[in-house]
């Protein structure tokens, strides 16, 4: 990936905000508002700021309507519990902070955040001047986007520990390519969003067969035609592929993220202008987080009289 001089910072909003709300714990501030969610995505926020020191910075959140995935399967993540409504009224707020923050915040009638930020790396990637893709998210399903110019920081608990992918990383804990990702989510399936995938076919399977094919074309061409490699696979296994197949290619529909949504997108207007200490200092303080405003912009900011409760005051160990 380039250096961090054009670096472009995609936050996956919604992922982030999921892991913040799960990871910590309970937090309302004097009107009984809860706000670890947008507690918990802040501290990832500004980590990232630190870690990471982009030039460009968006956010991407899901429309919060059917997307075209429903359309072409409409049992898509139907077996998801509906999330608590407390971390549904915290999203707003999340994205009000990011836009008076001065970061763009992106969503898209029929389409989740997942699509959005692959569309947004592919167009950063097209626009050249080395811009660099580092995708901050807690979701491993965007590594399929991971490339040349594009790397993965994904949360793995709380908001503090993460690991950064980029090729290499992505091979060496599949053993396959980032774009072999969907074909492989195509022939195993995915519980978490219903995706049924070719049953019978497990994790191992599913890379065996991607190792030996490389991609689900190709897998299902060579079937087809009788072509000499598929004789490395056993009669029960073609029998299950091709009664499968209308199957394990909607899978591979679903399991895609999109990197062609028509949504308005301009790097210029994601150019991060940094952390203006007043306005920051008016936000968090509006939240009550007068610990982080502290943290953030030294001992003098900040009010000094109210803190956060004893558990939130140990994630603040991030920098």
């Known amino acids: 990936m380039a250096s961090n001089e054009n670096t472009l910072l995609i936050i996956d909003g919604n992922a982030i905000v999921h892991r913040a709300y799960h990871a910590l714990p309970p937090l309302t501030n004097k009107k009984g508002q809860q706000l670890g969610a947008v507690y918990g995505f802040l501290l990832a926020f500004f980590k990232s700021l630190k870690d990471f020191e982009p030039k460009y910075i968006t956010a991407c959140f899901d429309f919060p309507a059917p997307t075209f995935r429903k359309e072409i399967f409409k049992d898509y993540k139907a077996q998801r519990p509906k999330a608590d409504q407390e971390l549904y009224d915290q999203i707003p707020l999340v994205k009000k902070t990011l836009e008076d923050l001065g970061v763009m915040v992106l969503e898209e009638r029929g389409f989740e955040a997942d699509d959005l930020i692959g569309t947004v790396a592919s167009m950063a990637s097209k626009e050249g001047g080395g811009i660099g893709n580092m995708i901050l998210s807690g979701d491993n399903d965007v590594l399929q986007l991971v490339g040349e110019n594009t790397s993965a ?158 558990d939130f005051k140990k994630n603040l160990k991030l920098w």
């Open 153 to 310: 920081c994904i949360l793995r608990k709380g908001v503090k520990d993460a690991a950064i992918f980029d090729q290499g990383s992505v091979f060496e804990k599949y053993g396959l390519q980032p774009a072999q990702l969907v074909d492989y989510k195509a022939l195993r399936g995915d519980p978490t969003d219903n995706i049924s995938g070719v049953k019978g076919i497990g994790p191992k399977t599913a890379t065996e067969l991607l190792r030996n094919f490389h991609s689900l074309d190709r897998l299902y061409e060579e079937l087809e035609n009788g072509s000499a490699g598929s004789g490395k696979i056993s009669e029960k296994m073609k029998e299950m592929l091709l009664c499968q197949k209308e199957k394990c290619l909607t899978s591979k529909i679903l399991a895609r993220i999109k990197t062609d949504v028509p949504v308005e997108f301009n790097l210029a207007l994601c150019r991060w202008q940094g952390i203006d200490k007043e306005r920051t200092a008016v936000i968090l303080e509006n939240f009550e987080f007068f610990s982080l405003v502290k943290r953030l912009l030294g001992p003098e900011a900040g009010a000094p009289s109210t803190n956060p409760p004893p």
